[in-house]
Every structure is written in structure tokens, then in C-alpha cells.
């Protein structure tokens, strides 16, 4: 590490008894991100195995003042005793039996980071937190009229008209009363489901047709194979395929249309279907297209399962069929593939991060009966992965709804789900027929929820994921970076806790992303002789760019010029024949990131377009 960048504990050790150390400094760098984030958070956190312990690190995701919550825990262990040496010193060894083993050698780098800790915290030398330095007074806000022009293009599509523009300069109109009026707009929803497909990746889904209903559930299924006429027949069951695939992206739709809480993504108990699944489903009863054969027109409706007359178990995207065949499945994967994307998209949760990297013993581990539930290296993983597997098991790799003859697999852990906290929720069992229902309500009662949509509108609107915690100490401005994490996450809190508060309302989080400093900054105004790297760090991501996608540059380009960029008879930033894949487009089945940085051959089109 550079001793230049970053100061071990040992030095802070050095000062005077009566001085306090910093909790930046002495925790933080010297023990928190070397130490206990890579080799102790993975089992001692609210969800994993070690959660019923005393030693409980506080995730970052789940308390913006996590910093002082678990100093405060490591000080009361650091108090504690046996045999008259401190017991977090003993644990961490395996001087004192620890089921993890010993990840600490004494005598190492590590030990002595965290033996001068233990000392600090017995004689409680910790400072108060400092809290964050204000910002504020650093930026350089755009004006309001530009804020309102680049939310225009941002929720709408299009730059303000001139009576907007009045009406906010004469004060007639608030910002925020004209950010609603762009979101009530029909292009609102194509914004938002653009954005959200780089979360959900759901216009991958290409392969449903009626065939791949089930035939004793929905006997109706390919009822266009009597059309007489071929062509008629083929766009009969390319509009139902069409209505299967789409059937997830329309909920989303229809939840923002019509000012739906944003839980019931999850919860509904109906499935959007158009003219031809609707057929295909037989619930042409249920809903009224009034003649008209619109394909991207999508209503509600509720299925039953013609061969036993029940109902079926909606539980919103996750029940539908597109949702689950492109999040497929396998014998050996038993939906843990389904499970880890459910904690991503919904819970704002890697759960390869929460628990550690595999290794270990692979002899010992091999010997076992079944590893995946009782050897340590692999239940990290499957302690919070297998439960919400288990949701998933009425459905098949396809996503018909096929329910296990003879129940769930009883080697892993059983059904049901583990909360923020770490409560660990089993199924009942009376609950099995409808799981991913019960999942649901577990799922949008969790915080986990709001922070995931709130991460989900960030990355649509800023074109990146908020700022995940520094952990490499050594880095220059790391303090500033930390500062910078923390006064996001306090950020981030309060937008949650207005989502929550507006019944969750998707609009309100767009909102508040819109009228953020992230979105609102134009610059920052620092003296670059006069303030140190930790400084310029803790304005990390206030104000930095992004690519536009190509949808979103096609749009910008035609509100302003009054026609797209045209190549031949394409349009240049929607074809694949023509610069869509240059310019960041993904096809959300191969390619699903986009990438942060322009490239050469996009910045000598750009010219050549100029």
C-alpha cells in the first residue's frame, strides 16, 4: 500500500492517549474494508449463516450510517473476554473454536490492524463521526430552464414548448408540476420501458409461440391453425407469440399508466394479454378490444387452468411465461439461476457479493454428503439462494405451470425467504400450490424492494448503477469517496422513503432522480490549488456524464432537427443493419451491457455527422 495515500492504525495508534481517532482512520481503512468486508460480511450479516451471532456487520444496502452501527458493535465484542484476552481476537484466529475456520493469522498485517483496533475500542478513542462535509456550496446548478429542457428529452422525449418555458419563468408552473406533465405523457411509457429493459432484459424474450402453452391447460392455444388463408394464419400466431413475449413489458406499462402501486409488478393477480393471447388463453370473456385487432393494445385478465378448473397463481412478472422461459432453468440448477436474478432485479442484492468466493477444502467438502447445505464454503451461497428457489418449483424450465408430483427437493434448504433483517421466513405448507404468490408478498414488503426500483430508475435515467462502497483503502481520496458513497446512500434513503410513502408510485422515484444534484449539476466549482484529492472524491458521481443510447440519441436528434438520422431508407440509431451496435445498443440476449466509454470509429461518425 502507499504509505502516501493511506496511514495504517498502528500510526494512528501513536497519538496521545487523550486524542480521539478519527472513525474514517481507524476503522474504516484499517479494518473495515481490508479486513472484515472480504473475510468475516460474507457470514456475519442479517442474512447470512452467521446472522445469529453477536458479531452482525450492518450491510451498506441496508443502513446508510452503517459506519457507526458496526463500530459500535465491534467495540462491545472488543470489551468481551475469555480467559481474559478479547474474544474478537480469539474467534477470528480460531484460537477460540469458529466455525469458519481461522481467517486471521496471528502475527500477520491484518492481526496487528486488529489488535490496535481492539485496544482503541477498549479505551473507546473513537470519535464521534464527523458526518459528511456539505457540498451544496461546491456546485453549480444548470439554470432551471435548462433543467426543464434536459427532463423534457430525459421523461418525455422532447424539449419543452415555449408555453412551458413561460409558465416556468413567469412562475405560473413549478418544475416538479411540469416533470409530472411529462410523465403523463404516452411517451413516458417507451421511456420507461427502455430504461427498465436494461435491468429486466425482457425484449430478449423471442422464442414463445402458442405452441408452447400447454395444451390441457389452455386447449385454445393455437387457435389460428383453422385460418383458412396462410398469410392470415402466420400473422395470427406471430400476434399471439408477440402478446406472450410482451405480456411482462405491459404490466410494467399498465402499472405506470394508470398510477398503480409499482408493488403489484409483483403482486398482480392477472396477466396482460392482447386480441390473440387473449384467444389463446380462452379469456376473450374478460376483456373488450372492441373489435379492433391491435396487437400492442394489452388488458388485464385473470387465467384458469382448463383441466382442473383452478385458478391460476398469478404473481405478476413472475408468473408469466415469457418472464420464466427467458430466465430458464435445469434439473441440476433446481431454479437457483431464477433465484439469484430475482435477488438482483428485486432486492437490490448480489448474493455472490453477501457471501464469500467458494474454495476452501475441496477434499473435506467432496466427502460430504450434500455440500451445497452443510459444508461452510458452499451454504453461504445456498442459505439465501435455495429457499427462494424453491418458490420457483411449479414451473419448468419453460414456464409451464407443471407442480412437482411428489413436492420440492428436501436435501436444500426448504421454501421460503430471508429478510433484511435476517429473519428467516419458511413457507406454509398450505401456501406450496401458489409459492412465487407467497415469494411476492415477501418480496414488496422487504426494503430490499425500494431500493431496487430506486437502483433500476437510477441506472435508466443516469446510465449507471449508484456508487457501491470503496473498499481498497489505499486508494488516492479514498476518505472523499467514502464521503461521497455516504452522502448518496443518505440520498437514497429519503428517495426510498418517499416511494414508499406515495404508495408506491414509479413516477415519484423519476421525479426525484430528475431533481437531484446527480441530474441538476452543471459543474463543480473548486479551487484546484487549494483542495485535496478527498475533496474533489467527494463529489464523486455528481457530475458525470454518460452515453446516450441510441434510442435516446435517435430522439434528442429528432425533437431538435425535426427528422432522424437517416442511412439509405434506415433509421441509422434504431437498424441493426446500420449504427445501432456502435452506439451502445444491446440485443438483451448476447449482449446486455452497454458500454461507458465512446469509442473511436462512434466519434468519427459523430464528426462526419456534425
Not at 38 to 53: E, F, I, K, V
Not at 310 to 316: D, I, M, Q, R, S
Request: proline share 6%; net charge negative.
Amino acid at each position: 500500500r502507499d504509505s502516501s495515500t493511506s496511514r495504517g492504525l498502528g500510526d494512528v495508534y501513536k497519538r496521545q492517549p487523550s486524542e480521539c481517532v478519527p472513525v474514517e482512520e481507524g476503522f474504516v481503512k484499517a479494518v473495515y474494508a481490508d479486513l472484515l468486508v472480504p473475510s468475516c460480511q460474507s457470514c456475519h450479516n442479517p442474512l447470512g449463516t452467521a446472522s445469529s451471532t453477536a458479531f452482525r456487520l450492518v450491510l451498506p444496502k441496508l443502513e446508510a450510517d452503517h459506519v457507526s452501527m458496526n463500530v459500535a458493535t465491534l467495540t462491545a465484542l472488543s470489551k468481551r473476554e475469555v480467559d481474559g484476552e478479547p474474544l474478537l481476537l480469539l474467534k477470528p484466529t480460531n484460537r477460540l473454536a469458529h466455525a469458519g475456520g481461522e481467517v486471521v493469522s496471528v502475527g500477520s498485517p491484518q492481526y496487528a490492524q486488529l489488535e490496535a483496533f481492539v485496544t482503541l475500542a477498549r479505551q473507546d478513542r473513537f470519535c464521534p463521526p464527523a458526518g459528511v462535509p456539505d457540498i451544496d456550496s461546491d456546485l453549480e446548478p444548470f439554470h432551471p430552464e435548462e433543467q426543464l429542457w434536459r427532463a423534457g428529452l430525459t421523461l418525455a422525449g422532447r424539449v419543452p414548448t415555449p408555453d412551458e418555458l413561460g409558465s416556468l419563468r413567469d412562475g405560473s408552473a413549478t418544475l416538479p408540476e411540469l416533470l409530472d406533465a411529462f410523465m403523463d405523457e404516452p411517451a413516458f411509457l417507451d421511456i420507461l420501458e427502455e430504461g427498465l429493459n436494461d435491468t429486466f432484459h425482457l425484449w430478449g424474450s423471442r422464442n414463445l409461440n402458442g405452441s408452447r402453452l400447454r395444451e390441457n391447460h389452455f386447449p385454445n392455444r393455437n387457435w389460428f391453425h383453422s385460418i383458412a388463408d396462410p398469410d392470415a394464419r402466420d400473422l395470427a400466431g406471430s400476434d399471439v407469440a408477440y402478446g406472450l413475449r410482451r405480456a411482462p413489458i405491459a404490466l410494467m406499462r399498465h402499472i405506470a399508466q394508470n398510477d398503480l402501486p409499482f408493488t403489484e409488478l409483483l403482486t398482480a393477480d392477472y396477466v396482460m394479454v392482447n386480441y390473440a393471447s387473449a384467444r389463446s388463453y380462452s379469456v376473450e370473456d374478460q376483456v373488450d378490444f372492441q373489435g379492433v385487432e391491435d396487437l400492442e393494445r394489452f388488458l388485464p385478465a385473470r387465467l384458469t387452468l382448463s383441466d382442473s378448473g383452478l385458478a391460476f397463481p398469478h404473481a405478476g412478472v413472475l408468473t408469466t411465461q415469457s418472464y420464466l422461459d427467458y430466465y430458464s432453468t435445469t434439473d441440476t440448477n433446481r431454479n437457483r439461476g431464477r433465484s439469484r436474478v430475482a435477488y438482483e432485479q428485486f432486492l437490490n442484492t448480489n448474493v455472490l457479493e453477501v457471501a464469500a468466493d467458494g474454495g476452501g477444502d475441496s477434499q473435506s467438502v467432496a466427502e460430504l454428503e450434500n455440500p451445497v447445505r452443510d459444508a461452510a464454503e458452499c451454504s453461504q451461497c445456498h442459505y439465501l439462494v435455495d429457499p427462494v428457489a424453491g418458490a420457483f418449483q411449479n414451473f419448468d424450465d419453460g414456464g409451464d405451470y407443471r407442480p412437482p408430483r411428489d413436492g420440492w427437493y428436501t436435501d436444500t434448504f426448504p421454501t421460503g425467504f430471508i429478510s433484511a433483517t435476517g429473519e428467516v421466513r419458511t413457507m406454509p405448507e398450505e401456501e406450496s400450490r401458489a409459492a412465487l404468490r407467497w415469494l411476492a408478498g415477501e418480496l414488496v414488503a422487504d426494503p430490499r424492494f425500494e431500493q431496487a426500483v430506486v437502483s433500476n430508475v437510477y441506472l435508466a435515467v443516469m446510465g449507471r448503477r449508484p456508487l457501491t462502497l470503496p473498499l481498497d483503502s489505499g486508494q488516492e481520496g479514498y476518505v472523499g469517496k467514502l464521503h461521497a458513497y455516504t452522502l448518496q446512500q443518505q440520498w437514497l434513503r429519503q428517495v426510498e422513503q418517499g416511494f414508499r410513502e406515495s404508495g408506491h408510485d414509479i413516477k415519484r422515484v423519476y421525479r426525484a432522480v430528475v431533481l437531484s444534484l446527480y441530474f441538476t449539476t452543471r459543474r463543480v466549482d473548486l479551487d484546484p490549488g487549494a483542495v485535496t484529492s478527498d475533496d474533489w472524491w467527494a463529489h464523486d458521481d455528481v457530475t458525470r456524464s454518460h452515453l446516450l443510447t441510441p434510442l435516446q440519441l435517435h430522439r434528442k436528434i429528432e425533437t431538435i432537427f425535426g427528422q432522424p438520422w437517416m442511412i439509405y431508407d434506415w433509421e441509422a440509431l434504431l437498424s441493426t443493419r446500420s449504427y445501432r451496435g456502435l452506439f451502445g445498443g444491446i440485443d438483451s440476449t448476447s449482449l446486455k451491457l452497454r458500454p461507458d466509454t465512446i469509442n473511436p470509429i462512434t466519434v468519427s461518425y459523430t464528426h462526419l455527422r456534425a
